[in-house]
């Protein structure tokens, strides 16, 4: 258990989410850590672990922003979203079946280094897959590789040490890397435990699981630019709340 209360994070599970949606999600958080530090009253950050599973789109970071309309639109062809983002990182697909998870954090509660940051983030997704008996391992590259092959990719974006966007595990097009290899289907559900275990191990932190009542989400999906309901329904199981990831 951590000593220090503002190493302790939220959970909160946002179900099967499309991407700007959970985006918006990611923002509310965000700007509640920048406003306190910009010393609005009565504003308190709170460190903050949503976990999504997002419906189909391809998302690219800054180091991609030179893709063309014509791109966007093969893409788009698959039956994919596209965005362009402020992340870091290269091109990314997501979709059912991946987890992808947003620690959306003020490090100065942790350690202030974006640095440091990445390298707890490819520890927890190491752990992760440790327990499944997979050996993950770094590059110069940011990500884990389970031998020659990406199985999760790091993309991130830091403003005044508050973190958005974050990791997905099992992000290549192939969805079957973990079944090819475990003779086993690892899906999204079967996923989150580990990985949760993996995070509040590396981050040393004590984690609080939490919901999104109703009226919040629907605030946030009528707020977004894709309020449409394949993108903000979201199926989530009640949690109880300080429950350790066990």
């Known amino acids: 258990m951590c000593a220090v209360s503002n190493k302790a994070v939220s959970v909160i599970t946002l179900g099967r989410m499309g991407f700007m949606a959970a985006y918006d999600v990611q923002m509310r958080f965000a700007r509640q850590h920048l406003d306190e530090l910009a010393g609005k009253p009565n504003v308190y950050g709170e460190n903050t672990l949503l976990l999504v ?30 965005y362009k983002t402020n992340r870091g990182g290269l091109i990314t697909f997501h979709g059912p079946g991946q987890l992808v998870a947003y620690p959306i954090l003020n490090l ?16 927890t997704l190491i752990t992760t897959l440790k327990q499944f008996g997979l050996t993950g391992q770094t590059t110069d590259q940011t990500g884990v590789w389970v031998e020659d092959r990406k199985i999760a990719s790091i993309g991130l974006h830091g403003s005044r ?43 040393e932190c004590e984690l609080e699981f939490k919901m999104l009542d109703e009226k919040e989400l629907r605030s946030v999906c009528a707020s977004s630019s894709l309020s449409g309901a394949t993108n903000c329904d979201s199926e989530v199981a009640p949690t109880k709340l300080s429950q350790r990831a066990e």
């Not at 893709?67 to 994919?80: C, F, M, W």
């Not at 040490?161 to 690892?186: A, M, P």
Request: proline share 3%; glycine share 4%; net charge neutral.
């Open 53 to 82: 599973e997002h419906t189909p789109v391809y998302t690219v970071g800054i180091r991609n922003q030179n893709y063309s309309k014509i791109d966007e639109v093969k893409l788009k062809q698959t039956g994919a979203e596209f």
């Open 161 to 203: 040490y508050v973190t958005t966007h974050g990791v997905s595990l099992n992000c290549n097009v192939d969805l079957d890397w973990f079944k090819h290899i475990l003779r086993q289907e690892v899906d999204y559900d079967a996923a989150v435990k580990p990985f949760l275990r993996g995070f509040q191990e590396v981050f």
């Open 108 to 123: 100065q509660h942790f350690k202030p280094s974006m640095k440091w940051y990445v390298c707890q983030l490819e520890k």
